[in-house]
């Protein structure tokens, strides 16, 4: 129907997709019904592919997700939309075309469509009512994709920084191993070297930032000049 046609584009509009492709559409194209629901989302429409079959529209495609309830006894590894737009956008970023097929509303994907897929998306749905409207599941594969795009690390968006190398992670690691020898905070020496390798450990894990690495430098380097002009803390006072 042009009405699920025109409320899909909407649905990718949404989430910042645009390349859409029509196979064999029941009402003739271009739809009028299609673009009245689009609502503001005719630009997919008009640069919309038409295709006479699903075979011509997945010709150039590198990987191709079936979206369907019913396997119908295809042998297909099932993912949700989650792990699919993860795989899709690696699949993107190394250079490939990842296709995302819907069916029609009424009796969804054949098995002929199906097999065509390198894998199918389920969406985990109540089981004694899983038919979804086909706009609803475009926009949850939608939803998915653009959640994983926005979803930087927050390292990088900290006052434009970014993460910090192994070597200046081990360059850290080196700065308090110091000091806090030069502290007495290793002891007793039998645990010395246990206790190295959880600080080791602790700085590769945090996933720190540049700025974040600076940071801790220059406390380390105020605390030991603090400590030099009041003089050295005895070990009872290092221990809290």
């Known amino acids: 129907m042009g009405e699920n046609i025109g409320a899909s584009a909407r649905a ?6 645009d390349r859409m492709r029509v196979v064999g559409p029941r009402d003739g194209w271009p739809n009028e019904r299609a673009v009245a629901m689009a609502s503001g989302a005719g630009r997919i429409l008009d640069d919309a592919g038409l295709f006479p079959d699903l075979g011509a529209a997945l010709a150039d495609c590198t990987h191709v997700f079936a979206t369907t309830a019913r396997p119908r006894g295809v042998t297909k590894e099932v993912v949700t939309p989650e792990e699919a737009a993860r795989r899709a956008q690696a699949i993107e ?15 969804g994907l054949e098995n002929d469509d199906i097999v065509r897929a390198n894998a199918i998306v389920s969406v985990p749905v109540n089981p004694d009512f899983p038919s979804l409207n086909l706009a609803q599941c475009v926009l949850l594969c939608a939803y998915e994709w653009r959640r994983r795009m926005d979803h930087v690390p927050a390292s990088m968006r900290w006052a434009g920084t970014e993460p910090a190398t192994a070597q200046e992670i081990e360059k850290l690691g080196d700065h308090f191993e110091e ?4 502290a007495g905070f290793f002891f007793p020496q039998t645990k010395a070297q246990g206790m190295k390798q959880n600080l080791r450990n602790l700085w590769s894990r945090l996933g720190l930032s540049r700025a974040e690495v600076q940071t801790l430098h220059g406390v380390l380097r105020q605390m030991v000049r603090w400590a030099e002009r009041g003089g050295p803390l005895d070990r009872t006072d290092r221990n809290g």
């Open 93 to 107: 970023a190394s250079g490939g075309k990842a296709a995302f097929v819907f069916g029609p509303e009424r009796a």
């Open 12 to 17: 990718m509009a949404n989430f910042g997709l």
């Open 179 to 182: 000091k806090l020898t030069m």
